[in-house]
């Protein structure tokens, strides 16, 4: 089980960043948590002592029976399959299924998929970093390949044939010499009863067999949210259910003095209302339980109306002090001086800047944005009188949630249910765990079941944000137009020395590698707001500022993007990437990157664009991460007043030799696109007073309708192992609107959000 | 104080005060969870319901200017023709992704349809653009709102 918690959860990076193990390296992790997930389990089969709401294995009744945790077939040929991962709209609660039914060789038509209750027997349960399709593509192919061995063992017997002549087609195992059938169905109760088969040396199907492995699945549950059935954390209802509303300190790290709780109380339908106190002063940073007041109603607007007349008094120990354009002054001074720190150094650079035929400087900056999911955090908790605790929440991290509860309330894990609701939108946010605890925390002091609901103000503005960031580049040209020297001074945030989560640069980040005098040195912004992981980590904000840059010493050494590109990646090679705070990474194949960067100039026909009409430019980039490798070009103009109008948007990725469900892939992708799109044209969360000053959809903004062009997404198959799609989309396009709005302009983005004014002919 | 609306063809009784959005009446009050709450201020479309066919933002609306209206619901409308075109249509192309917008998005359609059988890309534009989809699913509810009104799928705005 050791390697299933490679991850270090207080580095508060699973929503990405870090590739948890290499590709390669990984392989025997991936075995291991084969055994664990399945091997282990399998062994316990007729201990019947899994948390799964099926029936107990019992031969010959009228009972489903369960093979292993993740698959029950009942007498009617209905198999009914555990999806171990919360489902946040990446797709796992139909991905998952769709290994293990491949492998069990199950008719799709007849699967039934449930979400698992956490438990160490499913191995990891998380939805982050897009790592469900890397950690699982081979044990759940194993745990379903294991069911069909069972099946077909438990014909082979009822024939007193051998095993090798039997065989399967969809649900039905066929005597080969006799031609007799059985199906799984009457066969599952007998095969439950059989030794588990051992995950390791099960041999799985050649992919050109596939029957639901790369077709067009739809998701699993979009019919019943069409029909609005209660499938949402917000959806949750228990009987005696209060509903509260957590308010909290609007400067983060405040702590409550008082407040007006009579007045609340005497408010209609108020319940109770109560000071809360956090844990310890971390917990702000690390969404843990901080201060506030609860109040507890028997409706929720009756919460929202007693909201209004809350009057909290705040001590003022915390950071008013801080602000955005306290940030940016603070920024250009510190760009001034030698960085604090050094994150990396090859050769001399200041040499290579003396010797350069060009150089270019530029400074780069990005501001912190918000998740904002579109379901509110949310979570529903209920305190028994027995000391357990039983909770429904919308969350990619059930263990987080379950570990603060068990912290703040002293109450042992093992005491505390947690389901896994649908989740409405994740994006990272839900890999915190602070509404689970309020949830928790309030209703043990109201003594009763509690569904907490934060309203659009509380969500926006207790976040744990996208750190912004300022890039100070520095890149010295050759003769020939060849980057020799490349710098950044990355002017960060952190709390005292340590970087702030996710505000982090790693040394491996291109161009590092690639250019043969290279210094990425770093300086920190004190900061009392909390931040955290946000679809793709790191790669949200760095691909802007990089590929914007690289961009730019094309321009100036006279290349096309695309040509000084690939001159940088190279031939065709595996580079290895170093290990990240102590864990391995997967090499960086230039191949791959080239591959996608030549797909999408074709798809994209970039090397026409200078037939394009005046005012309308192309711009492209590339960015790895999570295992994927994109390159996207974007074609865009301005309107008369600056504003960015984006025609197409052409993407081509490569992520491994398998798309599991295209369905979901092309889908993923696009929506990825869009999202970076919309960061790029509305997004920034601002500070003043050390507070966050927006409060809603109308001053931070998501991309609309109109605003969403036309997109072709391209994969290309390569012979590597199959990875994941939530994330590494995301970063290439906020560059190559960036780079094709200079063609079309002549003004560079060096700014996020894209300011219009900046952007308007003069 | 008790009001009755008529929701999905029924009447319903609910006991709030009249201030009470549309919202959490049919969601907290009649257990009708389909229609969501994504801003409470009208900017997200979430929790989109047709007040006589009209798409209307059930979290600004008082329960107490409902009056007569005919409320229906993503649970309720899939019993009209478009209703029901529109969702087979979501189904087909497998719109959604975590789908908490969806209802919203699926309400905003079948008005579209019901007023324009035939959108252009820019009808689209305006009858779509006050629902947010976190997820960006767009190009996918363009294609199937198009599919619903028996159009091709193909995207040909102007590049």
Redesign the interface.
């Known amino acids: 089980m050791a390697s299933l918690n490679a991850y270090d959860p207080s580095a508060g990076t699973r929503a990405g960043g870090e590739p948890i193990a290499a590709t390669q390296l990984s392989r025997r992790a991936f075995l291991t948590t084969g055994l664990a997930a399945g091997g282990g389990l399998l062994l316990t089969l007729n201990v019947g002592c899994t948390p799964s709401a099926s029936q107990p294995v019992s031969v010959g009744s009228n009972a489903a029976a369960e093979l292993n945790p993740f698959i029950t077939i009942a007498p009617d040929g209905i198999v009914t399959i555990v999806a171990k991962n919360p489902e946040?709209?990446?797709?796992m609660k139909t991905t998952l299924p769709m290994l293990i039914a491949e492998e069990l060789d199950a008719d799709w038509v007849n699967v039934r998929t449930r979400e698992a209750l956490l438990n160490p027997i499913y191995g990891d349960q998380f939805a982050g970093g897009s790592m469900s399709t890397p950690l699982n593509w081979e044990p759940m192919r194993r745990v379903g390949a294991a069911g069909r061995q069972m099946l077909i063992a438990a014909a082979a017997k009822t024939w007193e044939a051998p095993v090798a002549e039997c065989e399967t087609s969809q649900g039905i195992v066929r005597h080969r010499p006799s031609g007799r059938t059985l199906s799984y169905g009457a066969l599952a109760a007998k095969a439950a009863t059989l030794p588990a088969p051992d995950l390791p040396s099960i041999t799985l199907k050649d992919p050109k067999d596939y029957r639901i492995i790369g077709k067009?699945?739809?998701?699993v549950?979009?019919?019943r949210?069409?029909?609005?059935?209660?499938?949402?954390g917000?959806?949750t209802?228990l009987p005696g259910m209060l509903?509260a509303t957590y308010e909290k300190a609007p400067v983060f790290g405040s702590r409550v003095v008082s407040a007006n709780l009579a007045a609340v109380k005497a408010m209609?339908g108020v319940r109770d209302a109560f000071i809360v106190h956090g844990s310890d002063p971390q917990a702000v940073f690390e969404l843990g339980l901080v201060d506030g007041v609860a109040i507890v109603a028997d409706?929720?607007?009756q919460a929202q109306k007693a909201l209004d007349k809350l009057q909290i008094v705040w001590d003022r120990r915390s950071t008013p002090g801080q602000s955005t354009s306290e940030f940016e002054r603070q920024a250009a001074q510190l760009s001034r001086h030698k960085p604090q720190s050094m994150v990396r150094r090859d050769g001399d650079v200041d040499k290579a800047f003396s010797r350069a035929h060009k150089v270019l400087e530029a400074a780069y900056a990005y501001p912190f944005i918000a998740h904002?999911?579109?379901?509110?955090q949310n979570c529903t908790a209920h305190c028994k009188r027995d000391g357990s605790i039983e909770i429904w929440a919308p969350t990619q991290d059930p263990d987080r949630g379950r570990e603060l509860v068990a912290k703040a309330l002293g109450v042992s894990a093992s005491r505390i249910t947690v389901h896994m609701t649908?989740?409405?939108?994740?994006?990272g946010r839900r890999l915190q765990g602070d509404y689970v605890v309020e949830a928790a925390m309030i209703s043990k002091l109201a003594g009763r079941p509690v569904k907490l609901?934060t309203?659009?103000r509380q969500d926006i503005q207790h976040d744990a944000y996208r750190p912004g960031g300022f890039h100070y580049f520095k890149a010295g040209l050759t003769a020939e137009g060849r980057l020799d020297a490349f710098r950044d001074h990355f002017v960060t945030f952190g709390q005292g020395n340590t970087v702030a989560r996710s505000a982090d640069l790693s040394a491996a980040h291109f161009p590092a590698g690639f250019v043969p005098s290279l210094e990425y040195g770093q300086s920190l912004i004190e900061l009392g707001v909390p931040t955290g992981p946000l679809r793709n980590p790191g790669g949200n904000a760095l691909a802007f500022a990089f590929e914007s840059f690289i961009d730019e010493v094309a321009h100036a050494a006279g290349r096309d993007p695309l040509d000084l590109r690939l001159d940088l990646y190279g031939p065709p090679r595996v580079m290895p990437v170093p290990s990240r705070r102590g864990r391995p990474q997967p090499p960086f194949d230039t191949g791959r990157a080239r591959g996608v960067l030549e797909l999408v100039a074709e798809k994209s026909a970039w090397r026409n664009r200078k037939e394009l009409p005046r005012g309308t430019g192309m711009g492209l980039a590339f960015y790895y991460s999570h295992y994927g490798y994109f390159a996207e070009v974007v074609?865009a103009s301005v309107a008369a007043d600056g504003t960015p109008k984006v025609?197409?948007i052409w993407a081509a990725g490569d992520v491994g030799r398998q798309i599991i469900n295209p369905?979901?892939a092309y889908?993923?992708a696009?929506?990825?696109?869009?999202?970076g799109l919309?960061a790029a044209l509305h997004q920034a969360i601002t500070i003043e007073g050390g507070r966050v000053v927006q409060e809603?959809?109308?001053t931070f903004g998501?991309?609309?309708?109109?605003e969403?062009?036309?997109?072709e997404v391209h994969f290309r198959i390569t012979d590597n192992p199959p990875t994941g799609l939530g994330e590494p989309p995301l970063p290439p396009v906020l560059p190559a609107l960036c780079n094709a709005l200079y063609v079309a302009t002549g003004k560079r983005v060096r700014k996020l959000p894209i300011d219009p004014k900046e952007l308007r002919s003069a | 104080m008790a009001f009755t609306i008529t929701v999905n063809g029924k009447k319903r009784v609910a006991d709030v005060t009249p201030d009470t959005p549309l919202l959490w009446v049919l969601r907290d009050e009649l257990d009708l969870k389909g229609t969501k709450f994504g801003c409470g201020m009208s900017f997200c479309g979430a929790c989109t319901v047709h007040l006589d066919g009209v798409p209307t933002r059930s979290c600004i609306t008082p329960v107490s200017r409902v009056g007569n209206a005919s409320v229906v619901t993503i649970e309720g409308v899939g019993d009209s023709e478009v209703g029901k075109r529109v969702k087979t249509a979501w189904l087909a192309l497998d719109v959604m992704q975590c789908g908490y917008c969806q209802s919203g998005q699926v309400m905003a359609a079948t008005a579209l349809l019901t007023r324009t059988p035939k959108p252009t890309d820019q009808d689209i534009d305006e009858a779509m653009s006050g629902n947010l989809c976190r997820c960006a699913t767009y190009t996918r509810i363009r294609a199937a709102i198009k599919q619903a009104a028996g159009l091709s799928t193909d995207d040909t705005r102007e590049v």
């Open positions: 946040i709209g990446q797709g067009f699945t739809g998701g549950d979009s019919a949210v069409l029909e609005g059935q209660p499938l949402f917000i959806d209802v509903y209609p409706s929720w607007w904002v999911d579109l379901e509110p649908r989740v409405g939108g994740g994006f609901l309203n659009r074609k025609h197409k369905a979901g889908n993923q696009q929506g990825a696109i869009l999202d919309g809603n959809f109308n998501l991309l609309r309708m109109r969403a062009p036309p997109i």
